[in-house]
Every structure is written in C-alpha cells, then in structure tokens.
C-alpha cells in the first residue's frame, strides 16, 4: 500500500538536507585549507548525479565535482536497499559513505586514464563526495558535448581521437569506461575529452567484455560508421592480448607496430 507523505516526512527530508549541505561545505573547506584550489566561483553544470561548480586554482579555472548523496543513480544501484521499504530511512551516514566510495572510484579511475596519456580532465584532488579536476572550455564556458555539438559540425578526425581514447583506456589505462557516450564527450574545438569516469572498471571485472562492446557499440553509433562494431570490439580485445605494446606520437597504441586503423 502506498504511504502519503506526512508532517514528520517534510522534518524529516529537511534535516536530511540540511546535514548535506553542511556536509559538502565541509568538505569544499577542507580542500581550501589542503590549497588544491583558492576560490568556488559558482555552478556550471548539472548531471544525474552530480553538480559542477566553478573554482579557481592559483589562477586557473578547475571544477569541482560535487556528487549528490540522494542521487538517483545511488537509488538504483542500491536499489536492494534504498528501494526497500524497511530501508526507506536509510541512515545520512550510510549515503554518504556511498557517495564517497563513488567520489574515490570516479578519481582514481580518472588518475589512471589520465597517466596512461587518455585525454581526460586532470584529476588534482577529492574529499568526501568532491572531486577536484582540470576544467574542459574556453574562459569561464564549458565545452558543450558530442551530442550537443552534433555530428554534423565534428570533423573526420573526432571519431578517430575517440577511438584512440576508447582504445588507449582498455589496452594502457587498463580500464572500460562502461558508460561512454556522446553525453560523455566533451569537444573544445579540436580535441575530445572523455568525462564521467564513476562506472569504470579495471580490466578483469566479470562484465568488462560486455561494458566494452557497449561502448564501442554507442561510439560507432554515433558517428554512423559503416563499420561492424562487434568486429571492431574483437580486434580491440585481440589487440590488448598482446604483450608488446607501445604508443605512437600521435597517441596511437601501436600492436606489432601498427594502429587499429590499419586493421580495420
Ligand atoms: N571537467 C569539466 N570541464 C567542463 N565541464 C565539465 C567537466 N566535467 C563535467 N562537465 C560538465 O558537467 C556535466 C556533468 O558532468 P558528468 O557527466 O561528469 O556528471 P554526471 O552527473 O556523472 O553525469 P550524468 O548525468 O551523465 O550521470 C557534463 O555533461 C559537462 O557538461
Ligand atoms: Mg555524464
């Protein structure tokens, strides 16, 4: 049976807002006094999961990326228990241990593709649920994504870099993005950049072959390649098998001493 909402429900959520906010204040605070950045300018963009907000970092703009500890996303994924009616008034503390475990993986995932030379924000620093990194655009305007860009105004070039990216993070990073989409590309103009590394996983996780095939799958999609993507997904996997890897100037991995390109 349905429950309406009551009196105590609004105290209730109210509190619960309030301990939030407090909470990231702390938290952004924390990273002022540690000096990763000098000033918060202001909210710049908004995703599912998360708002990003504006800060500067001896004199160079950064954003930071401040996961909400109510997000939906959190609700589906812990939906056993968040989705449970016993568990309804799951304790603050538990979703923001949540939160922060997703804050660590998203940096740490970050930090690994952005050393193996895959062309992501720089990743400088997290506390709790904020995550500190390199800021894509130009002056104080964010780079607009793949899908709002539209295909008709990228390049050739643009699925090439994707490729190379998509490519570099399995075979170097050791990584599957696992959620790589035009809503997951920003574009400056010239180069890609691929965000929103919360849902990767390391190479050897039980799904990585599926959540790469996925990938690949959306990418060619959108740039309606007349190319097999199961095809190309398998050269990817045949190639990372390989022992001998290096990378080329131009940032291709190079398998035998050659790009995929040449295979496919
Ligand atoms: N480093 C950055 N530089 C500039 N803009 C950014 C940066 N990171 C994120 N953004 C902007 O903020 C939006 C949300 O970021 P992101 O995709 O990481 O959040 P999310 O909440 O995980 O997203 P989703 O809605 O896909 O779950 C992006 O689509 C982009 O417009
Ligand atoms: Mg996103």
New binding site residues.
Partial sequence: MGRFKTERDHDYYKTVDDAINAYTWAAIVKIQERRVIDEVLGP?????????VLAKRQNVY??L?I?YPT?N?FARRHSYILGDPRFRRLKISDQLHLVETWCRK?FGNLARAHAAGVKT?KPFDFYRNVLV?????VGTT????LIDVGLENLGEQTFYQVLRDLEKTYIVAGLVHS?LSP??V?YDGEST?I????SAVRRGHPKELEYLKRDVEKIVQFFKKPIDPTQLFQKIVERGRERHIEVDDEGWVLVRGRRITEDI
């Fill in positions: 710049i963009g908004q995703g599912k999961e998360a708002k990003i950064v954003v990326k996961f997000s996303r998203e924000p990194m390199e800021f894509i655009g964010p780079a607009p994504r959620d809503f997951n920003l950049w965000i929103d590394w919360g």
